[in-house]
Each structure stands twice: as structure tokens, then as C-alpha cells.
């Protein structure tokens, strides 16, 4: 990586146009002057073309210089990702399990488009992706394919639509506007829901709210209104976090004992609280999980986490084909993968059990099962070691129990 690097900076430094550009002006710009030469006075003509003639083309030799730099840094930096990443074919999709399901693909895509507020282009996917035979009236919903073919009815492919669109109004305000209002009211006409799900975020508003207003709100450099802020900040304390005061008592008493602190934040305790630059950020994606949560649907779009993960598995993919074409060798199960691939602890999303006896992981049709001595294995291991309809022996234990006796783990 360090020659691909160093092309890199070169490229950086000298690849540009800015010259080449510059250079060309300079010419347009003298072309310019004879024109307006020859304009005012025909009889110069023949004298002033004659005088541009060396001018235009040491011009042109110029920027012919300039752009033959550039095509010799652009050629070494090509160079040197060829030599870096070498063109290797993709895996086939012999094994793909998702090859005959192109409906699922569709809806994966088409609810990415609608997660990112893309609603019309989400229509327009879906009645490209599966045409219809016959031609729609012109007065028909623009959205019926999009009912049809996410599995959802007109009514609740509505309520959808609305409830992303109202999700990235409030993200706008919160981002751009610094405006937290909206996304306070959201968190406290759903504050219900939120509660069950042990979430913190309406809290979490209101403090990022009392941080802003102490801060002096949209004019923190005002010192005036630093000092009016700080009274705001107080008055909207007592009026909103009286609701918060059984669960968060400290964090609101942090918030008071701050105010002693005020002329100098940045060297008290309280500074991760009043001087967070990434809290605004934090708090978005905070109410993006939530606001997805209370619909049933994960934070980050299931597109997204599927393409990046195969994007992570592919170069282990392609050297087990690779291998598997030398050795002759054949993908034998379709729904695990053969090898292992390490993915990052955000896209662990459910428990994994391998059994000890047959050293093959569990799936929904051969389930765990826990005997009466706390020890697990897959539910075909449990078959053979109890074939005999008779008690048998744990393998890991002196107990002794009967099939019947096992229970299914949900992990």
C-alpha cells in the first residue's frame, strides 16, 4: 500500500487542471484582444493575425505540457492500483440462494428507496422491475405497484410513505436547523413506546435542548445572549424534566450543578456534556434507530447491511472458489458458508451454537436442545444418541436422561 500511497499524494499534487486551465484563459483571453482589434480597425488585420501566430502555439504548447504531466501521473496511479488489486472474477452465482427469489431482491431495493425517502423512485423500480402486461389509465394511483409488490395494502403503503417522510423532516430540522422541537414532540407523542423499549432519547432531547439554550441557543458567540440563555436553559428544566426526575435524577442534577461552572465549561467535569461536538450526530442516528424501531423495521436499511457484509466476505469467497477449482471440490450446502467469515460485532444480529458432538452449527431445523443436565447439543445429535428410544448417557456428564426430556433453546 505504500507505492499506491505515495502515487496517490503525486497524483494529488500534480493531477489537477488548474494549470491546464489557467493557461487556456490566457489564450482565449488573447484571442479575445485581436478580435476586438481586428473589430475596430479592419485595415490591422493581416498585421495582427501575423503577431498571433508564435503567441497561439507556444500557447498551445504549454497546455499540450501541462496535460502530458497529468496523463503521466494518471497512467502511474492506474499502474499502481493494477499491480495492487489485480482483476479477479467475481464468485458465480451457482450457489446463490437468492438466484431464484428475484421478488425479495426487489423488495430489499424498493424499501431501501423508500427508507432514504425516494418514494416516487421506488414506484418507478418496482413497475420497471416488473412490468405490467397490460397499460395503466392515467388517473390510476401512481403507487399501486409499490402496494402490490412490497406485500403491504394501499392503506399501510400510505402510512409509510408519510411516517419516513415526517422521519426526515425531523432529521432535516435536527441536522441543518439545529431545531429540536419537532423531534421533541415526536419522542413525547410516542413516549409510551419508547418507555417499554427501556429508550433514553426523549431525555436525551431534552438535555441537548437545555445544552443549546444554555449555550445561548442560535447566537452562542453573543455573550448577551449566553447570559439569557442560561435563564431559559433553567426555566425549561423546571417545566420539562419533572416528568424525568424518578429515572434521571442525577443527569438532570449534573445539568444544574453546571450552571455553577458557567465562565468556565471547558475546564470542569461538565465539558463532555456542554462542549460534545459529535452530540448532534449522535442524537440523529439515536432517533433514526428509534423512529425505525417503534415501525417494526431495523435502524440501518437491510440492503445496506447485506451489501457491505458481502462486501467484506467477497475476497474470502473468491480464494475458496479458486480452491475449490483446483481441488475439484463442491459447495455442498447451500444456506452456510462453508468457511468462516469475521465480521464486525454491529452485524452480529443472532446467537450462533455450534454442537459439541457433530461440530455443526444449529439452524431452525436442527434446533438446540438442552437435557435436564444443562449440557446442549443440535437436535439430530440428540436423535442418534437417543436412537434407542432408551435413557442415555450425556456426553459430557455422568446424567442420564431420555429424549423426551430435552427442550428446545431459543437463542
Given at each position: ?220 458567540d453573543d455573550p448577551n445572549s449566553v447570559l439569557e440563555g442560561q435563564s431559559r436553559a433553567l426555566e425549561y428544566a423546571r417545566q420539562e424534566f419533572r416528568h424525568f426526575q424518578g429515572r434521571y435524577l442525577r443527569e438532570i442534577q449534573q445539568l444544574s450543578g453546571a450552571m455553577a461552572f458557567c465562565p468556565n465549561l471547558a475546564q470542569s467535569p461538565y465539558r463532555p456534556i456542554f462542549l460534545n461536538n459529535g452530540a448532534w450526530d449522535d442524537l440523529a442516528n439515536s432517533f433514526t434507530r428509534e423512529f425505525c424501531s417503534l ?117
Amino acid at each position: 500500500m505504500e507505492a499506491l500511497s505515495k502515487e496517490h499524494d503525486k497524483l494529488l499534487a500534480k493531477g489537477n487542471l488548474s494549470k491546464s486551465v489557467e493557461d487556456v484563459q490566457k489564450t482565449i483571453d488573447l484571442l479575445k484582444r485581436a478580435r476586438d482589434a481586428v473589430a475596430g480597425n479592419h485595415s490591422v488585420a493581416t498585421l495582427t493575425l501575423a503577431k498571433l501566430q508564435h503567441p497561439v502555439k507556444q500557447s498551445f504548447e504549454v497546455v499540450n505540457s501541462d496535460l502530458k504531466e497529468i496523463h503521466k501521473v494518471l497512467g502511474d496511479y492506474s499502474k499502481a492500483l493494477d499491480k495492487k488489486f489485480k482483476d479477479k472474477p467475481l464468485p458465480t452465482n451457482d450457489y446463490d440462494a437468492l438466484s431464484s427469489q428475484p421478488s425479495l431482491i426487489n423488495r430489499a431495493i424498493a424499501m431501501h428507496l423508500l427508507r432514504e425517502g425516494q418514494f416516487s423512485v421506488a414506484s418507478q423500480f418496482l413497475e420497471d422491475a416488473a412490468p405490467r402486461m397490460e397499460s395503466k389509465p392515467e388517473d390510476s394511483n401512481p403507487y399501486e405497484s409499490l402496494d402490490h409488490d412490497l406485500g403491504i395494502d394501499s392503506r399501510q403503503s400510505e402510512e409509510l410513505r408519510e411516517q419516513f417522510s415526517n422521519m426526515y423532516r425531523i432529521l432535516h430540522e435536527l441536522k441543518n436547523q439545529r431545531n429540536l422541537l419537532p423531534a421533541i414532540a415526536w419522542a413525547k407523542s410516542n413516549r409510551h413506546a419508547l418507555e417499554l423499549r427501556g429508550s433514553n432519547l426523549e431525555f436525551d432531547l431534552g438535555r441537548l435542548q437545555f445544552v443549546w439554550l444554555f449555550s445561548g441557543g442560535p447566537y452562542p458567540d453573543d455573550p448577551n445572549s449566553v447570559l439569557e440563555g442560561q435563564s431559559r436553559a433553567l426555566e425549561y428544566a423546571r417545566q420539562e424534566f419533572r416528568h424525568f426526575q424518578g429515572r434521571y435524577l442525577r443527569e438532570i442534577q449534573q445539568l444544574s450543578g453546571a450552571m455553577a461552572f458557567c465562565p468556565n465549561l471547558a475546564q470542569s467535569p461538565y465539558r463532555p456534556i456542554f462542549l460534545n461536538n459529535g452530540a448532534w450526530d449522535d442524537l440523529a442516528n439515536s432517533f433514526t434507530r428509534e423512529f425505525c424501531s417503534l415501525l417494526g423495521l431495523s435502524a440501518d436499511s437491510p440492503l445496506y447491511i447485506a451489501t457491505t457484509a458481502g462486501a467484506i466476505a467477497l475476497p474470502t469467497l473468491v480464494k475458496l472458489q479458486s480452491i475449490m477449482k483446483v481441488t475439484r471440490t463442491e459447495w455442498s450446502t447451500q444456506h452456510e458458508l462453508p468457511v468462516e467469515i469475521p465480521l464486525p460485532p454491529a452485524y452480529h444480529f443472532h446467537a450462533i451454537f455450534v454442537c459439541p458432538v457433530s461440530k455443526e452449527q444449529t439452524t431452525d431445523d436442527n434446533p438446540p436442545m438442552m437435557m435436564p443436565c444443562g449440557h446442549v447439543v443440535a437436535h439430530d445429535s440428540l436423535g442418534r444418541l437417543g436412537k434407542s428410544h432408551n435413557r442415555f448417557k450425556c456426553p459430557y456428564c455422568p446424567s442420564e436422561s431420555h429424549p423426551n426430556e430435552a427442550k428446545k433453546l431459543f437463542m
